[in-house]
C-alpha cells in the first residue's frame, strides 16, 4: 500500500488530470510517444538556450563589414547589413565593453569555457543526482534555472552594465543548471526504449541538437534588431516554460505507470517477439508488462558510483573519444557565426545578423549525420567503426570548407552541410546510443538507474573539450583562421584514433562469430563486443 502511494506521488500532475478526464489510462506506445516529444522539446530548448552568445559575439566585439550584393537567397532571411534595425547598427561600430576592447575575442572565449566548464564539472553531480532525485523535478528544475540566468545575463543590456565578472558569472551559474538536461533526457530515454534500434531511434530523437540550434540562432537574430539584450531574455523564457511543462507531463520512470522498464530483467519487450510487443504497445495485454514490476516503483532502486560506472568496459575510451569530438562541434557551435562574420565570402562580407541564419545550416547538415550515424552503426552492429570512420571523414570535409568555403555561398553552404554532417555524426551517436548502451550493460544487473551516471561520465569528459575548443579558438582566431582549423582537424584525428583498440575489437568480433538466424539471415551476437553482454 505504501509503495503504490509512493509511486502515485511521482505521477506528473498533468497525467493526473488528463486521465481523470479521459477515465482510463494511456497505452505503452503512447507513453513512449509523449517521452520522445516531451524530451526532444526539452533538450531543444536547452541548446536553444546556448546559442545567444555565438550570434551577438560580432556585437559586441565588431569589426568592418562591407555588403554590395543584393540579399541572398531571396527573401528576408540573409540579408545585408545596411538594412539592420537600431539594434545592430548602433552597436556594429563601437560595440559593448568590456568585449570591445583589443583582448574582446579572449574575453569572448573566456565567457564560453566559463560556461562550459561549469557545465562539464556539473555534469558528473547532475548525473549521479539524477540517478538518486526524480528525474521529472530534477530536469524541470535545471530548465526553470537555466532559463532565469540565460535572460539575467541579457538583463545587463537593459541594466547597461559593462562589468566582465557580471558576464562571466551568469554564464557559469548557467552552465551549472544546463547540466542538468542531458543526464536525464537520456536516462528517461533509456527508461522507456529497449536496445532495439537504439540507434536509430536516438539518432532520429537527437535532431534536437540541431532542432535547438537552429531556433535559438533564428531566435536571437531574430530579436536582435531590439538589442542584443532580447536573444537571451526570449531563449532564456523558451527554456523556462518548457520546464514548466515537464514538470507537468514527463512520465519519467515506467514502473510508476505499471510498466517494467525497458532494461529490467525478463520478461521485457527486448525479450519478446514482434508480435506480444505490438500487443503490449496497443494496451492489449498490459498486464504482462505490469506482472513484473508492478510491485515496485521506481524508488525502489538505486544508483552506482562515478568510480564503479567507470569500470564498465568502453565508457572511458568513447568519453575520451567524446572529449576531442565535441572540442571539435562546440568550436563551430560557438564560433561559426563569428567566422562567417569576419570572412569575406564570394567577395563580399555578410552582416551579424545574415551569419547568425547561415550558421544554421551547419546544424542541418548535423541532424542528418546523427540519423545517418544512427542507423549505419544499427546496421553494422559497430557502434566504434561508425563513429570513427565518421571522424576520420570530417578532417578532409573541414580542410575543404576552409580552402573552398569563400569561393561563393553557394559552395560555402554545400561544404558548412557536409562539414557538420561528419562533425555532428559520431557526437550524437556517443552521447546517446552508446550512452544509452553501456547504461545497461549487464554488469549493473538491469538497473537503469546507471543510465545518468553514464551518461554524464561521457558527456561530462566531453564537455571538458567542448569547453576547450573555443577557449582556445578565442585566442588562436587572432593568429589566423587557418591555425584555428588546423587544431580542429588534430582533434578529429585524435578522436578517431582513440576508438582504433575497439574498432579492432568489432572487426574481429564480426569475422569470429556469425550466427544464422532460423530464417537464413546472419546476425550477431551483440551490437559490438564491449556490449556483447547486454541482453
Known amino acids: 500500500m505504501s509503495t503504490n502511494s509512493n509511486t502515485r506521488r511521482r505521477i506528473p500532475p498533468g497525467i493526473m488530470l488528463i486521465r481523470s478526464i479521459r477515465g482510463k489510462d494511456w497505452s505503452l506506445k503512447s507513453y513512449r510517444y509523449m517521452i520522445l516529444l516531451l524530451t526532444f522539446v526539452a533538450y531543444a530548448s536547452y541548446h536553444a538556450s546556448r546559442k545567444p552568445s555565438s550570434i551577438v559575439k560580432s556585437v559586441w566585439y565588431p569589426e568592418s563589414m562591407e555588403s554590395s550584393a543584393p540579399p541572398w537567397p531571396a527573401g528576408n532571411v540573409f540579408i545585408r547589413g545596411e538594412f539592420l534595425g537600431f539594434g545592430t547598427n548602433s552597436l556594429e561600430n563601437k560595440g559593448w565593453y568590456p568585449f570591445n576592447e583589443t583582448d574582446g575575442t579572449s574575453k569572448l572565449g573566456e565567457i564560453d569555457v566559463a560556461f562550459l566548464a561549469c557545465y562539464s564539472s556539473g555534469m558528473y553531480v547532475a548525473g549521479h543526482l539524477g540517478d538518486t532525485l526524480d528525474l521529472r523535478l530534477f530536469l524541470a528544475t535545471g530548465m526553470i534555472g537555466s532559463g532565469i540566468f540565460v535572460g539575467l545575463f541579457g538583463m545587463g543590456y537593459f541594466w547597461n552594465i559593462h562589468v566582465f565578472w557580471f558576464y562571466l558569472s551568469m554564464q557559469m551559474v548557467a552552465g551549472l543548471f544546463q547540466a542538468t538536461g542531458w543526464p536525464s533526457v537520456v536516462a528517461v530515454i533509456g527508461n522507456w526504449f529497449g536496445k532495439r534500434k537504439r540507434g536509430l531511434i536516438m539518432g532520429i530523437w537527437n535532431a534536437h541538437t540541431s532542432v535547438g540550434n537552429i531556433s535559438g540562432s533564428l531566435l536571437a537574430a531574430a530579436v536582435l534588431d531590439y538589442g542584443w539584450g532580447w536573444s537571451f531574455i526570449v531563449p532564456g523564457a523558451l527554456i523556462a ?144 567503426t561508425t563513429a570513427a570512420s565518421f571522424m576520420f571523414a570530417a578532417i578532409p570535409s573541414m580542410i575543404l570548407y576552409r580552402i573552398y568555403g569563400d569561393i561563393s555561398r553557394t559552395i560555402n553552404i554545400l561544404l558548412m552541410i557536409i562539414a557538420g554532417l561528419f562533425v555532428n555524426g559520431p557526437y550524437a551517436l556517443i552521447t546517446t546510443a552508446v550512452s544509452a548502451d553501456l547504461g545497461t550493460h549487464s554488469s549493473l544487473r538491469g538497473d537503469s538507474r546507471a543510465l545518468a551516471t553514464v551518461t554524464a561520465i561521457i558527456d561530462g569528459t566531453g564537455s571538458i573539450g567542448a569547453a576547450l575548443g573555443p577557449l582556445i579558438t578565442g585566442f588562436l582566431s587572432s593568429k589566423g583562421w587557418d591555425t584555428v582549423f588546423m587544431m580542429l582537424n588534430v582533434g578529429a584525428l585524435i578522436a578517431a584514433l582513440l576508438l582504433s583498440h575497439l574498432v579492432i575489437a568489432e572487426f574481429s568480433e564480426r569475422t569470429r562469430k556469425p550466427l544464422t538466424s532460423s530464417h537464413g539471415q546472419q546476425i550477431h551476437e551483440a551490437s559490438q563486443p564491449l556490449l556483447s553482454n547486454q541482453r
Open 241 to 384: 516554460v518548457v520546464g514548466v511543462l515537464v514538470y507537468l507531463f514527463l512520465p519519467a520512470y515506467p514502473e510508476d505507470f505499471g510498466f517494467s522498464g525497458a532494461n529490467a530483467s525478463p520478461p521485457n519487450l527486448d525479450s519478446m517477439s514482434s508480435e506480444e510487443e505490438d500487443r503490449i504497445q496497443k494496451g492489449a495485454t498490459v498486464n504482462v508488462e505490469k506482472s513484473c514490476n508492478i510491485k515496485e516503483g521506481s524508488g525502489s532502486r538505486t544508483g552506482i558510483g562515478l568510480f564503479e560506472a567507470c569500470f564498465i568496459p568502453g565508457v572511458i575510451p568513447f568519453a575520451l573519444c567524446l572529449f576531442f569530438s565535441k572540442l571539435v562541434a562546440y568550436t563551430f557551435l560557438y564560433w561559426l557565426p563569428f567566422y562567417l562574420s569576419q570572412t569575406e565570402i564570394g567577395g563580399e562580407y555578410m552582416s551579424v545578423k545574415s551569419a547568425g541564419n547561415l550558421s544554421t545550416l551547419f546544424d542541418v547538415g548535423g541532424i542528418v549525420g546523427g540519423i545517418l550515424a544512427g542507423y549505419i552503426s544499427d546496421k553494422l552492429n559497430a557502434r566504434a
